[in-house]
């Protein structure tokens, strides 16, 4: 049966390239600083990479297994989309090579140097010629490949450097030979002297080949990485059924190595030979070949910045900002001032610390029974997890529920629940067909004989790291019923019931979507004094792009905040005329979930862990709480008025699919900075605070503490 196209969606792969082109032209704003220019060509790099890894991979599956299957947004088959992918991929390619090329030579004056061979003086050829013959040439692993050497396997985004070798007694025989750059030496080679002078390994090895096929002539040197599918499942989601997930997911990263080529990167231009020749050991045709001749690995970009000395600090990067202390939050016990009033946490403008302080006090307090989480992504050092593991071994119940299936973190996940596990907490797993990527922690407690709870819910992972770079909002509240419904959610997920019923939280796969779809029928009702304002990362519902055009149509004012890939086209006439699409690319990854319905003392806010996502709403658990106190709801419409006043980083969708900067008036809003000075400014008048007096418990307290 044929699928119905709407004439107002667009398909997400290239929606998806559309966002990464506007990262790509933050790179070229020249209001941002040069190094922090640098770091977004390397964020837009690890983007494409991790995009054909992903959806690429999964299209390159779905073209050899499903051939006919249809995009239900654009009707494009796989091999379709494939095709307008690797055409929109070409010119990007240009454009970074272009924008580097830029940024490198600004950089240059400031002593910050990424040079050619034929940029080095004397001295620096001979240190460099003596560091790789002492340092790099005793841990190569040259290969050849000839009739009694196969091909050998190239490791997923590996950089190999390769060249044709003719014997030079033999002088009609050719080679090819490979040299695997090894993984444990470093990138770049920095250079002596007060300036960060540095040359990349690749291009050291390539100097050198000589001195590594000694008996060879040397000629087509180039290097050359692979990118491989990292999907298990075309579906992105779907494992097979197994009693141990950790030994299942130590074994699909083992595969992550060796699946299919889909694309290949070079630095030099092929030959028609070498190209045919990597076209058949790899099974790919030309359109996957894509030339770069900027570096193909930019991690080395962050590290630079450690390296500059103060003054270079200031012209280069960004002013130092660090998460301030929530003016919401006074000193003593923050389980204390929850059971008062509900608190609203803004990452990363405000600390997670009090959300650690709580898990700590909670940790030690013997009234506390149990602490419940569910986890998806941590950092390799996690603060959080010394807590609960402390809980446990203070004998409290802990229950973590992890998902080993965190794309890219498996590794990670897996050490933290044997660490967890070995501190005596119950660890589970997520279900065989259902990532579990909600965000909600619930603590238990006794209160005079009564049992009473503290829940938080986020938006965003319990990542001390990102947790400085993304912003998120995170809800702690006491709220008894909200307690009641976290309380039955952990319930339900040891014992594999996907069909709970909860009174306050809504819940994927069975409520999160249907509840958001009624809310916006009620809204729907109003017609034109109805009002939709949503923030995610991600649109491509169906289901919910057909409920924004229905309201649309009835007169609802609608507005979405989509930082990355939005399937819904609007001000199509008849179907989006009265919705707003936006996207703020930033100093900070605009990560929050939050949906507003209605306006004034009517108004339903909830924030939870789902972008409306076909994966998100039917195929993960996820969870959206409530906000019931009226002071949070006016911080997060004030939020909300920032971020859709943004004319510096904001960009509106075109019902064509393109972007465009709204046109520049005053005032002049950076949704970002402008946060980053109010939580400033409110931790400035925190300081100023008079600190309360200590009664004489309190005191009588610490004595024999």
Not at 260 to 276: C, G, P
Request: charged letters at 30%.
């Amino acid at each position: 049966m044929k699928k119905e196209i709407l004439n107002y969606t667009q398909n997400r792969e290239l929606s998806w390239l559309e966002f990464n082109k506007r990262v790509l032209e933050e790179a070229r704003d020249i209001t941002v600083p040069l190094l922090e220019r640098m770091k977004f060509v390397a964020i837009f790099t690890s983007n494409l990479d991790e995009f054909f890894m992903i959806r690429v991979g999964s299209l390159f599956d779905m073209a050899h297994t499903d051939a006919q299957a249809t995009d239900s947004r654009s009707g494009m088959t796989p091999m379709e989309q494939l095709e307008k992918i690797y055409a929109a991929v070409a010119p990007l390619y240009k454009e970074r090579d272009k924008t580097y090329a830029d940024i490198k030579s600004q950089l240059s004056p400031y002593g910050v140097c990424g040079l050619d061979f034929k940029e080095l003086d004397q001295q620096e050829r001979k240190y460099v010629k003596k560091y790789f013959k002492e340092q790099v040439l005793p841990v190569l692993s040259p290969q050849i490949v000839d009739a009694n050497h196969p091909f050998p396997h190239l490791l997923n985004k590996e950089i190999y450097v390769t060249a044709s070798l003719t014997q030079k007694d033999k002088k009609n025989k050719v080679h090819m030979g490979i040299v695997p750059i090894p993984q444990f030496i470093s990138d770049i080679l920095y250079l002596p002297g007060k300036d960060i002078r540095y040359i990349r390994m690749e291009k050291v090895i390539m100097e050198y080949l000589d001195l590594v096929f000694t008996r060879y002539d040397i000629s087509d040197a180039n290097y050359i990485c692979v990118t491989r599918n990292a999907d298990v499942a075309p579906d992105d989601e779907a494992l097979e059924v197994t009693d141990d997930f950790r030994k299942l997911m130590k074994s699909t990263l083992h595969k992550r190595r060796k699946m299919a080529v889909v694309r290949l990167e070079v630095a030099e231009k092929l030959s028609e030979d070498m190209q045919a020749f990597f076209c058949v050991k790899f099974q790919i045709t030309p359109d996957q070949i894509f030339r770069t001749k900027m570096p193909m690995k930019l991690s080395y970009i962050f590290a630079i910045s450690g390296k500059l000395p103060e003054p270079l600090k200031k012209a280069l990067i960004y002013p130092p900002f660090s998460p301030q202390p929530s003016a919401a939050v006074e000193d003593g016990s923050i389980m204390r001032q929850i059971r008062k009033k509900d608190l609203l946490l803004f990452y990363p403008y405000e600390s997670m610390q009090p959300f650690l302080n709580l898990i700590k006090e909670a940790s030690t307090d013997p009234n506390v029974l149990t602490i419940k989480i569910t986890i998806y992504r941590l950092a390799s050092k996690a603060r959080l997890v010394e807590y609960l593991c402390a809980a446990a071994e203070n004998g409290k119940e802990v229950t973590v529920l992890i998902e080993l299936r965190a794309r890219f973190d498996e590794q990670n996940n897996i050490d933290w629940s044997e660490r967890l596990e070995e501190a005596g907490c119950r660890v589970i797993y997520g279900f065989e067909n259902y990532k579990v990527h909600s965000k909600i922690c619930l603590i238990t407690y006794r209160n005079r004989g009564d049992i009473q709870y503290i829940t938080q819910v986020g938006t965003g992972n319990y990542n001390e790291k990102t947790a400085t770079m993304y912003t998120d909002l995170s809800l702690i509240t006491a709220d008894p019923a909200i307690g009641k419904d976290a309380s039955a959610f952990f319930n339900n997920m040891a014992t594999g019931n996907l069909d709970g019923h909860y009174t306050y939280l809504i819940v994927s796969p069975t409520s999160l979507k249907q509840k958001i779809l009624v809310m916006m029928d009620e809204e729907i009702k109003k017609g034109v004094k109805g009002r939709i304002v949503m923030k995610m990362n991600s649109v491509t519902d169906v289901d919910f792009i057909k409920k924004v055009s229905k309201a649309s149509c009835a007169g609802v004012k609608v507005d979405l905040l989509v930082r990355g890939i939005c399937c819904i086209l609007p001000g199509v006439p008849g179907y989006t005329e009265n919705v707003r699409v936006m996207s703020v690319v930033g100093r900070f990854l605009e990560h929050p979930r939050i949906f507003s319905f209605g306006t004034g003392k009517e108004q339903k806010i909830y924030i939870g862990s789902a972008d409306m996502m076909t994966r998100n709403t039917e195929k993960r658990v996820e969870v959206a709480c409530p906000v019931l106190d009226e002071e949070i709801k006016k911080i997060i419409n004030h939020d909300l008025k920032v971020m859709l006043s943004d004319n510096i980083k904001a960009r509106i969708l075109q019902k064509d699919g393109t972007y465009r900067k709204r046109e520049l008036t005053e005032p002049y809003i950076d949704s970002q900075a402008v946060f980053m000075d109010e939580m400033i400014r409110a931790a400035e008048k925190t300081k100023e605070r008079p600190k309360k007096k200590k009664g004489l418990l309190s005191k009588i307290k610490n004595i024999f503490h």
